[in-house]
């Protein structure tokens, strides 16, 4: 599979799993460290079987990994597994920046035409 299509499945990968609410809160939940599947449980409106299921798929995706503690799993982000998604988004980013410097540039040259046709206009009458 070449690296195009690679980072593509990733990308989809990613964004399906961050497309759910309870996955994007869990992932806030984890944000500042790791946390086991009760802990994080008793900060959602949902069931432990449900957030167990939620974590398979973020797990899937690569967006976070466990450790078995004991009897506890305890989970928590996997940085990299965003890289794709950033990158996407990062590019439209850069698209926008390319096109408002390209639209100062344009304007920038517009009005040192303009000036310039005013002075030498100024200097002949």
């Given at each position: 599979m070449d690296i195009g299509v690679?980072?593509?499945v990733r990308?989809?990968?990613t964004l399906d799993a961050l497309g759910s609410p309870t996955r994007r809160q869990i992932v806030r939940l984890l944000a500042p460290g790791p946390k086991s599947v009760g802990e994080i449980a008793a900060e959602l409106p949902v069931s432990r079987p449900a957030v167990s299921k939620h974590l398979r798929l973020l797990e899937t995706a690569e967006l976070v990994a466990h450790r078995s503690e004991g009897n506890r799993n305890v989970f928590q982000l996997r940085r990299s597994g965003f890289d794709s998604a950033r990158d996407w988004l990062e590019s439209f980013?850069?698209?926008a920046l390319a096109r408002l410097k390209l639209e100062?540039?344009?304007d920038w040259?517009?009005?040192r035409t303009s000036n310039s046709n005013l002075r030498s206009g100024g200097e002949d009458g």
């Open positions: 690679l980072s593509e990308l989809e990968a980013w850069d698209d100062a540039e344009n040259k517009a009005e």
